[in-house]
């Protein structure tokens, strides 16, 4: 297993436009998660899915952000009209449940630019 | 929602010192990581460990849940340590945004 790995690794967009992330998380693991990361702070949780179910939204998942795991394997998380406050790393981590612990990997992360 | 609270901020230190970083949360957890963040962005995993005490190498980590801290140790440090160490908490008691809270960081520099 080669780890999380995210697509694309770094995106340039104008301001209102769309873009779309996706996240393949280590096989088997049930848990996936989102999180932004801004210049000089800790990563800041968004959402996360225990297989396909969307089981919690951070009040940052403004109405322009959606998340979807559909078939319980890979994410895909969406920004509709960005904004330049949208600028940031998002990082995906996926976690097993084993015994209770959600110990979680993270992917490298897609660092977003808008102008 | 649950607070974590990392020191000191920033630590520049030469290569082969020794150094402890502190992570203190203010409720009960049921998920306490580590991570290093290399210059590159990639958080990497140090340790797993809610409770309790365990070593890596010249890495080791120690929480004591009932009082609400962690602490990592690193000794004979090397270059290659140098970069932002953060401590993550997950807490059941808590939804949303407060669920999984990451600490600010520790920057920490190692000169050789």
């Known amino acids: 297993d080669t780890g999380v790995s995210q697509n694309p690794r770094h995106k340039i967009t104008k301001r209102g436009q769309n873009v779309t992330f996706r996240c393949d998380p280590i096989s088997e693991h049930n848990r996936l998660y989102w999180y932004r990361q801004t210049l000089g702070q800790g990563p800041e949780f968004l959402t996360y899915f225990q297989n396909e179910a969307q089981l919690e939204k951070s009040r940052l998942l403004s109405d322009r952000f959606s998340a979807e795991r559909p078939k319980g394997s890979f994410s895909t998380l969406e920004i509709q009209r960005t904004e330049q406050g949208d600028s940031a790393m998002y990082l995906c981590?996926?976690?097993?449940?084993?015994?209770?612990?959600?110990?979680?990997?993270f992917g490298p992360g897609t660092r977003l630019t808008v102008t | 929602g649950i607070q974590v609270e990392q020191s000191p901020p920033d630590l520049i230190l030469q290569e082969g010192a020794n150094s402890t970083l502190r992570c203190n949360f203010s409720d009960s957890v049921n998920n306490l990581q580590w991570f290093h963040q290399n210059p590159w962005g990639q958080l990497i995993n140090l340790f797993y460990i809610p409770s309790g005490t365990k070593q890596n190498g010249r890495l080791s980590a120690t929480t004591v849940a009932t009082e609400r801290y962690s602490l990592l140790y690193i000794s004979s440090s090397q270059t290659t340590d140098s970069g932002v160490y953060f401590c993550?908490?997950?807490?059941?008691?808590?939804?949303?945004?407060?669920?999984?809270?990451f600490g600010s960081g520790t920057r920490l520099s190692i000169r050789p």
């Open positions: 993550a908490v997950e807490s059941d008691r808590y939804s949303s945004a407060s669920k999984i809270i």
């Open positions: 981590a996926s976690s097993p449940r084993d015994r209770g612990t959600y110990e979680q990997y």
